[in-house]
């Protein structure tokens, strides 16, 4: 699978800052593209798997108290393209509201100091991307090891953490970064015009680092999840049922016709 489209979006949206910096050099070049992307890949690179394995830990050794049934399911490759777009949303979202709740803790936010909160704000943005959001990238890694969870109560089978991911980019908490837009801006004119310009400044980091992840650290942290001893052993633990072995000759071949004599 080619991550050609994302590659494509990520590049036109970094555009825009390419071209504000062009004028600084070739340092300025670099910078962005280590600040905005590379920082979060590695980071994710050097956590991520660590962070599958405690979990998966967690589930062989507290599986029975939990009163749930987890499994593996039979890879199906990774996920089409609009599932990983509708993720580098959610972590978009998620980023723009834990900023929103955290820059005014650090710095007046009133439109006299613009400039100066909207670089905070960059900045905070840019370490929650490669930080706090490894709870994100930790959740797709698990969701496409092909990691299930079955409910027996409630007859459901899901992806673990699922919920949580959901809840993490939650619609609802948008109004966090309403009311600090609107504070920073001094009108609603202003906040639109203020929230384009960050979505343009961080939506080339949300796009390239989740595609590079996928594209070339996730596939060999899958492989070590499968091939791992508790992976083994939960699918031991959890087989399926063999059925029974159907006869090559099923179904039953009519009798062949007496020849006459």
């Not at 990520?10 to 340092?27: N, V």
């Amino acid at each position: 699978m080619t991550y050609r489209k994302e590659y494509v979006l990520g590049i036109l949206s970094l555009m825009p800052l390419l071209a504000a910096g062009t004028y600084k050099g070739l340092g300025w070049l670099v910078t962005i593209i280590v600040v905005y992307v590379g920082i979060p890949v590695l980071i994710w690179s050097l956590v991520v798997d660590r962070l599958a394995f405690f979990v998966i830990w967690i589930i062989r050794h507290f599986r029975e108290s939990s009163g749930h049934q987890y499994y593996f399911e039979r890879p199906v490759g990774p996920p089409g393209f609009s599932r990983r777009i509708l993720r580098d949303f959610r972590v978009l979202l998620f980023v723009f509201v834990l900023s929103a709740i955290i820059v005014p803790q650090i710095t007046d936010v009133t439109p006299a100091n613009i400039a100066i909160v909207s670089n905070a704000f960059v900045y905070v943005a840019i370490f929650i991307l490669a930080v706090p959001s490894s709870i994100h990238v930790l959740f797709w890694v698990l969701e496409d090891s092909g990691l299930r969870c079955h409910n027996p109560k409630r007859v459901t089978i899901t992806a673990p953490g699922a919920w949580m991911s959901n809840w993490l980019a939650s619609v609802g908490s948008l109004g966090a970064f309403l009311t600090f837009a609107v504070s920073l801006g001094g009108s609603l004119d202003k906040a639109i015009a203020l929230t384009t310009t960050l979505v343009a400044s961080l939506l080339p980091s949300c796009i390239l680092a989740p595609t590079l992840f996928y594209r070339r650290i996730e596939p060999g942290i899958l492989a070590k999840v499968r091939e791992s001893k508790t992976a083994m052993a939960m699918a031991r633990m959890f087989a399926p049922s063999s059925s029974p072995s159907v006869p090559a000759s099923y179904p039953p071949s009519p009798p062949a016709p007496l020849r006459t004599l």
